[in-house]
């Protein structure tokens, strides 16, 4: 409790702890979801599987993520061994990177991805729990900006290096490097101090509340708040257009090109994207509190239908390269602003961390169904009519956001 440790104690614990976590977001970026556009070209490219097939695997690992997500998230607000859970995760991912390499059959490639999709859902309420029980609420939105940069260059090293052995050596080779940085995460995580760990913060329940409402209590608030239902719904709309964009603009990459070419150019728009995404979360850190989420939410969400717009119209792999830079203004806006706006619609309720997991699952379906649906339009109309679809929904979830969804900043900032 933090009444029985003084401030200052508290304070020099949590800066301690703040290396280890800069570089747990830095390795779980090849650990968390990033295996996917890599894993339909190795399975389009090297294993010529069929682009439905393909993306039939990564709705599996999205189907399981969305199943697990608010039992994992209530799971964090409940236990203090929250290191352990992302031990846990990461040993899974890496079980499944070896199965998927050995055993690339439809049954154990399905069995490995459920697995990985259950530990991907994981990872985001636990390092959140993390970063908030290490540096409290008023520091929270710099330190989330931190960790979207940390994970954003993380993916441009992984991608790069993934790239590279997909090209000299093998596309098969990218499932092997999963497998190092999952265990370089564990040995980040577990450097992290536990005693430095406000678990009560680390739920959402600094203003005594959560610890007095009990479970129900918590669970009315979720449910009951019209501003948390609707920012759902929106970000679950854009991660239905969004999910698909980057494994389809890969796999037309490698229609008529062997894998370790698709490979590299997958590497590149990967590459260029976290690098934009890395100004993008140090700008959300650094001016969230003062401009307000919903402003740079907006632009977040206005880049995804002309992304998929010109995917439409873009077929060159140079073209597809620049347009990812749309890429890295939404996806890296949205990765920082979610646990900021989610923290601020469940202060209070002690039941943050369920609320981040039920909100992933929502979006989670989005972008499960995504990959299934995008992938059979492209086996009937081709990858432009896929393109265009996706837009769609991107442009719809950019409607409900501007319409519906309030600024969620408390008065007085972040504090």
Not at 65 to 86: E, F, Y
């Amino acid at each position: 409790m933090i009444g029985q440790r003084s401030r200052p104690s508290l304070v020099s614990d949590a800066r301690a702890a703040q290396r280890p976590l800069d570089w747990l977001n830095f390795l779980l970026a090849d650990v968390q979801g990033g295996l996917g556009p890599f894993l339909a070209i190795y399975l389009t490219a090297s294993r010529h599987w069929q682009p439905g097939a393909a993306g039939l695997m990564l709705t599996i690992a999205g189907l399981a993520t969305v199943a697990a997500s608010p039992a994992l998230g209530g799971l964090v607000d409940r236990v203090r061994w929250k290191r352990a859970i992302v031990v846990a995760g990461a040993a899974a991912v890496a079980l499944a990177a070896v199965m998927e390499a050995i055993l690339p059959q439809p049954w154990p490639v399905g069995a490995a991805q459920l697995g990985s999709g259950i530990a991907d859902a994981a990872f985001p309420p636990a390092i959140a729990a993390l970063s908030l029980g290490l540096v409290g609420r008023a520091a929270y939105t710099a330190r989330v900006g931190r960790n979207q940069a940390y994970n954003h260059a993380g993916n441009v090293v992984t991608a790069a290096l993934s790239g590279v052995a997909g090209w000299l050596i093998a596309p098969v080779a990218v499932l092997w490097a999963v497998t190092l940085f999952s265990a370089a995460s564990i040995a980040a995580v577990l450097l992290i101090e536990p005693g430095a760990i406000d678990h009560e913060v680390a739920r959402g329940a600094d203003d005594g509340r959560g610890r007095e409402d009990g479970a129900g209590g918590g669970m009315r608030a979720l449910f009951g708040s019209r501003p948390l239902l609707l920012f759902t719904l929106s970000i679950t709309l854009f991660h239905f257009a969004n999910a698909a964009m980057l494994p389809l603009a890969g796999e037309r990459l490698s229609s008529g090109a062997d894998g370790g070419t698709g490979a590299v150019w997958m590497a590149a728009c990967i590459v260029l994207a976290q690098l934009v995404m890395i100004p993008a979360s140090l700008l959300v850190g650094h001016r969230a509190d003062r401009w307000g989420r919903k402003l740079l939410f907006l632009f977040g969400f206005a880049a995804l239908p002309v992304r998929g717009l010109l995917f439409a119209l873009v077929g060159a792999p140079g073209g597809l390269l620049a347009i990812q830079v749309l890429d890295g203004v939404g996806a890296g806006i949205f990765g920082a602003l979610f646990p900021i706006v989610v923290a601020d619609l469940t202060r209070g309720t002690g039941r943050y961390n369920l609320a981040l997991g039920a909100a992933s699952a929502c979006w989670g379906l989005g972008a499960a169904l995504s990959n299934g649906v995008a992938g059979e339009i492209v086996d009937w109309l081709g990858f432009s009519a896929a393109f265009l679809v996706l837009s769609g929904f991107a442009l719809a979830a950019l409607v409900l956001f501007a319409a519906a969804v309030p600024e969620t900043r408390p008065a007085g900032g972040g504090s």
